[in-house]
C-alpha cells in the first residue's frame, strides 16, 4: 500500500488527489522493503513539499521515518 502511495504521489497529475487522510495513513508506519524503487520516486521534492504544506508534524514524523 505504502508502494501506490508515493508511487501516485511522485506523479504530478496525480498528487493534489492525494488527501491528508491518505497521507494520514502513513502514521500507521508501514514498512518499506529495503530496496525499493517507490522509496527513491516518493523523495521528490514535490512530494516532500506537499507532506511539508499539510503543516501535520505527525505525518511528516512518520513520512521522513519511512522512506
Known sequence: M????LQIASKEKLLPYVTAGVWWWLTKRPALPPVCRRRDVGTTIRVVDAVWDL???EILKSYL???
Not at 505504502?2 to 502511495?5: A, D, E, R
Open 2 to 5: 505504502i508502494n501506490v502511495l
Open 55 to 57: 503543516k501535520d508534524v
Open 65 to 67: 521515518l519511512i522512506v
